[in-house]
């Protein structure tokens, strides 16, 4: 089955204008520099990316897809607001889908898969190391190794459509995980949560695999709530 494309973090439309203009937006949405509920007035906007009117209506169309970006009738574009309601009911639906391609996953899994698995943590273990201390200058790198490594937990599960959902709900909780990771509203030791995930998969021990992989996206939730209320725009 032919499942219908995810726009990929460092994807999107190829080097065009269009392409430049979409990562510029998206970047600037993902971290914070255009604020959730902004309106998006083409007029201002084309100028401070250096692109025409009618580029970067294309670029938005594109977040909106990313669901992203808002297109309100009459009332053109707004960056998509930001709630705890939208990021628990993300949590959850993660949560109930990434325990079951796990299990699937776990089922499947031969010596490939955890190779795979081994080396995704050892690159996500480096990545973590050095975003101690340099949150922003090494989010970016560190948020691919997370994906990645997250990835590779789920490759042997054989249902297409999950592992297209997940990919669908892992991009939309990534405002919330920026601002869970960098702002560090709680103490966490995100590396050791990784750890015990890996160590229960490559025991092929599922019910402690899931239990401590929902703890983890769990984890992300618990600290969006210590944030300032502020913070959030619906």
Not at 50 to 59: D, K, N
Not at 82 to 100: K, N, P, V, W
Not at 101 to 108: D, G, H, I, K, V
Not at 214 to 233: N, Q, R, V
Request: hydrophobic share 40%; proline share 4%; net charge neutral.
């Amino acid at each position: 089955t032919r499942l219908p494309q995810i726009p990929q973090r460092n994807g999107g439309p190829g080097k065009t204008l269009v392409g430049t203009a979409y990562r510029g937006l998206r970047r600037d949405i993902i971290e914070g520099r255009l604020a959730p509920g902004t309106k998006l007035r083409v007029e201002h906007l084309k100028d401070a990316y250096g692109v025409g009117a009618g580029t970067l209506r294309e670029a938005l169309a594109l977040l909106v897809s990313d669901a992203l970006v808002v297109a309100q009738d009459q009332r053109g574009f707004h960056v998509k607001p930001m709630s705890l309601a939208d990021f628990h009911d993300i949590t959850q639906t993660r949560i109930l889908l990434e325990c079951e391609a796990l299990r699937q996953s776990l089922q499947n899994g031969d010596d490939v898969w955890e190779s795979r698995l081994v080396a995704a943590f050892h690159r996500l273990d480096r990545a973590e190391k050095r975003l101690d201390g340099q949150q922003d200058e090494h989010f970016d790198e560190w948020e691919e190794r997370n994906r990645e490594f997250h990835q590779a937990l789920i490759s042997g599960c054989r249902s297409a459509w999950v592992r297209h959902f997940l990919e669908i709900l892992y991009q939309q909780a990534e405002r919330y995980r920026r601002l869970a990771i960098v702002r560090k509203p709680i103490p966490r030791d995100v590396h050791s949560e990784h750890q015990a995930i890996l160590d229960a998969a490559l025991a092929h021990d599922a019910d402690t695999a899931c239990k401590v992989l929902s703890e983890h996206i769990g984890m992300t939730y618990e600290a969006m709530k210590h944030l300032p209320p502020e913070m959030f725009s619906g």
